[in-house]
């Protein structure tokens, strides 16, 4: 027998071994209804950010098929213009999902048996965890958190490695600590191990952190869209290089629903996607894409290095940053709280007062930090207006 069931609002509860009857062990939340009626707040979360008025509007528009002229003509240009945008020669796939879909995919579409990951933080232990449950041999090169992963400690685990690797895989801006990885110069020494992939999470930073997606060996670069591309959540974009396409045909294991030959081949046929996808949101994305291309690539990585070095700086001045020196993220700065505010009160009350909404630490560290999103739409004097307030109610 099953030692769970589900209860009547799909959450888990386990049987006791004893008396075989259920004990709750989880909140069972009631409903609190949704009203409508909530102030809107500046986010400067790690994602969801601020998006456009206008594309927010977008999505606003009569329904039509996803099998219709005007749904081709909406996902090849949201395509192309990615492609564009990526300064790519690779395919993209938009899926409607999150991120978190790419990291199944991924897998499942490139790994056999065994992967590598580099795991400093929440969300690269959370990736390497992913391949496990996938039934993956995952070897983990572990670092304590806030420090950035070592090429050198990458190739010292490839070398020894007996059987080698299927698939390297690695968060490019791991979230939790504000860490930018150094993804490029693992890419480039991937370079000497063809047999093994290079899978690259960018979730929290492509769009705001350039980089040369064609030359470093990368397989597979995937974000969310609620990130640095500033739209809605719902959307979940991916590079894949002719190397992974094809390896993927190799296996019958790999994902169906982000399976890279199953996307992109009806891509190639059809202009469209393999099932019905989030119409509205590809709607604000086209609008969307158009303002990244205008801004280019450049300027916006130019853009959130600013935003960047000017909340280190203040955070310097007034805290003290969480990550180590050199390799602090140009899209979140995880600040350690060296005053020891209370980060939580400070939270809520420039969410009640100023209407702007930033992030305590991950975790364990919820207190121990706090962190400012600096992405997308937002810009130094946005930022500023965050770092004000947090001044005025700390009392700094
Ligand atoms: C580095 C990283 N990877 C993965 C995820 C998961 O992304 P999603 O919630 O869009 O699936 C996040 C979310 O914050 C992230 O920051």
């Not at 719902?234 to 590079?239: D, F, H, Y």
């Not at 600040?335 to 305590?360: H, K, L, P, Q, W």
Request: proline share 4%.
């Amino acid at each position: 027998m099953s030692q769970t069931e589900r209860s009547p609002v799909g959450i888990k509860t386990p049987k006791s071994p004893a008396t075989g009857v259920s004990v709750s062990v989880v909140h069972v939340p009631k409903k609190s209804e949704y009203t409508d009626d909530y102030t809107n707040k500046t986010l400067y979360l790690p994602g969801p950010t601020e998006v456009r008025e206008e594309v927010t509007e977008a999505m606003a528009q009569p329904m039509f098929g996803h099998r219709m002229d005007r749904m081709t003509d909406l996902y090849t240009t949201i395509v192309e213009d990615t492609k564009e945008f990526l300064d790519t020669e690779q395919e993209v796939i938009i899926l409607t999902a999150s991120g978190t879909e790419f990291w199944e995919a991924t897998t499942l579409n490139l790994v056999d048996e065994r992967m590598l990951v580099p795991t400093s933080g929440a969300f690269s232990e959370r990736q390497a965890n992913v391949a496990e449950r996938l039934g993956k041999t995952v070897d983990r090169v572990e670092y304590e958190w806030g420090r950035a992963v070592r090429p050198d400690d990458i190739r010292a685990a490839l070398e020894s490695s007996d059987e080698g690797y299927d698939a390297v895989g690695m968060v490019m801006n791991e979230t939790s600590t504000g860490v930018r990885n150094p993804v490029e110069a693992v890419g480039d020494l991937l370079g000497e191990y063809p047999d093994t992939y290079f899978i690259v999470d960018a979730i929290s930073c492509l769009g705001g952190d350039y980089i040369d997606i064609d030359a470093h060996n990368v397989d597979a670069i995937f974000t969310s869209t609620q990130k640095a591309f500033a739209m809605p959540p719902g959307l979940a974009v991916c590079t894949v290089s002719d190397a992974a396409y094809e390896r993927e045909l190799e296996k019958e294991s790999a994902s169906w629903y982000g399976g890279f030959q199953r996307c992109l081949d009806y891509y190639d046929r059809k202009g469209q996607t393999h099932s019905t996808p989030a119409i509205p949101l590809m709607l604000a994305y086209r609008v969307q894409m158009k303002h990244m291309l205008a801004e280019g690539h450049q300027q916006r990585d130019r853009r959130h290095r600013e935003m960047a070095e000017y909340t280190r700086e203040w955070a310097r001045e007034q805290f003290g940053l969480f990550p180590e020196a050199g390799y602090e993220s140009q899209s979140v700065t995880c600040v350690e709280n060296t005053r020891g505010i209370d980060v939580a009160e400070t939270i809520e009350t420039i969410s009640a007062e100023y209407d702007m909404v930033f992030s305590s630490g991950y975790g364990s560290l919820s207190e121990e930090s706090f962190r400012i999103g600096h992405m997308g739409e937002h810009t130094v004097d946005s930022v500023r207006a965050l770092t004000d307030a947090i001044e005025d109610v700390a009392g700094l």
